[in-house]
C-alpha cells in the first residue's frame, strides 16, 4: 500500500567515483617558495576584518596585490581555524568551512576552471591544471586567478593536513610539519626558532642553576662561619681567614655535583673579592644567627 514511501525514504545509492588517475596536479617545492616569497614586502601581510564581521563577504579580486600575499590570505584564515583562543594550535581542528575567503577561492576556482576527464585506456583520468613553477611566456593572469588555482590544488594534496606556520613573532615561515596529530601549547614553531628557543632556555636554566649554587655557596660559608662573620673586626681584612674559607668552599664545591656544574674550576680569592658576594655571606651569616636565635 505504501510501496511509494519506499521510493522516497530509501537513500539512493551513488557508486563512489573512480577515476583511473589524476593528471596535473601541484609541485610542492612550488607552492612553498609561492607561499614564503616576498614575505618581508609590502604586502607580506593583508589585514582581514574578523570572520565574523566578514559574514559571507570576501575581499575583492580587483585590488591589486600580490600571488603570494593573495595564497598567504587564504592558507592564514584556513591555518587559524586549528588556533583556539587561548592560543593553542591543533592541526586536526582546522575547518575549510570556519575560512570564508579561502571557501571562496575554491568556488571562484572551479566556477572557473573546465576540469576535464580524458580517455585512457582502462576509462577516464581526471585533468587537473598543473602548477610546477613559473612559465615563461604565459598569459598573464590576475594574481587572484594564480593564487586560488594554487591554493586549490594544494587542497588536493594528502599533505596538507602538515602545512604550518612558525608563530615564532617576527619568522612567519611556512613549512610541512613532521607531526601533525598532536596540540601545540605555544602554537607551532619551525624548526630553527624550536632550536633557538631551547637554546635561550638553556642559556636561561644554565643561569638558574648558577644562581642555585650560588646562593647554596652563602649558605654555606654562613653556617660554617657565622660567628666570625657576624663580629669583627672585618673578616674580608684577614688573609688567613679568607684562605680558609676559599679552601672550605672549594671543598664543598668537589663534594658536590650541583655545585661542581656551576663551578668546575672552583672559586678563587677573586671570587670573595666581589663585593656582591662579600654582602651576600655576611647577609647569609646574619640571617642564620637570627633564625637560629
Ligand atoms: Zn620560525
Request: charged share 25%; aromatic share 10%; hydrophobic share 40%.
Amino acid at each position: 500500500m505504501f510501496d511509494w514511501a519506499a521510493e522516497i525514504f530509501d537513500p539512493i545509492l551513488i557508486d563512489p567515483p573512480r577515476p583511473v588517475g589524476f593528471e596535473g596536479g601541484l609541485n610542492r617545492e612550488h607552492f612553498f617558495a609561492v607561499l614564503n616569497g616576498d614575505r618581508d614586502g609590502q604586502q607580506a601581510t593583508f589585514d582581514l576584518s574578523s570572520v565574523k564581521s566578514l559574514g559571507d563577504i570576501v575581499r575583492s579580486c580587483s585590488a591589486v596585490i600580490s600571488v603570494n600575499a593573495q595564497l598567504r590570505l587564504y592558507v592564514d584564515e584556513w591555518l587559524n581555524t586549528g588556533v583556539s583562543g587561548d592560543g593553542v594550535e591543533v592541526p586536526a581542528t582546522r575547518d575549510l568551512t570556519r575560512a570564508p575567503n579561502a571557501c571562496a577561492a575554491v568556488r571562484v576556482f572551479t566556477a572557473r576552471t573546465q576540469l576535464l576527464l580524458w580517455p585512457v585506456r582502462e576509462g577516464v583520468v581526471f585533468v587537473l591544471p598543473t602548477e610546477s613553477g613559473p612559465k615563461q611566456d604565459s598569459i598573464a593572469e590576475l594574481p587572484i586567478v594564480v593564487a586560488n588555482r594554487l591554493f586549490c590544488l594544494f587542497l588536493l594534496c594528502d599533505w596538507r593536513v602538515r602545512l604550518a606556520k612558525c608563530r615564532w613573532p617576527g619568522c612567519g615561515l611556512y613549512f610541512e610539519l613532521k607531526h601533525w596529530n598532536r596540540a601545540y601549547k605555544r602554537g607551532i614553531l619551525c624548526p630553527e626558532c624550536r632550536r633557538g628557543r631551547s637554546l635561550a632556555s638553556a642559556v636561561r636554566s644554565t643561569a638558574d642553576a648558577r644562581d642555585v649554587a650560588e646562593k647554596k655557596l652563602y649558605r654555606l660559608a654562613a653556617r660554617r662561619f657565622r660567628s666570625r662573620l657576624v663580629k669583627g673586626p672585618s673578616w674580608q681584612d684577614d688573609p688567613t681567614f679568607r684562605t680558609k674559607l676559599i679552601d672550605f668552599l672549594n671543598s664543598r664545591i668537589k663534594a658536590s655535583d650541583n655545585l661542581n656544574t656551576a663551578y668546575p674550576h672552583g672559586i678563587t680569592s677573586k671570587w670573595l673579592s666581589w663585593a656582591k658576594n662579600r654582602d651576600a655571606i655576611e647577609e647569609a651569616a646574619k640571617g642564620t644567627s637570627n633564625a637560629k636565635g
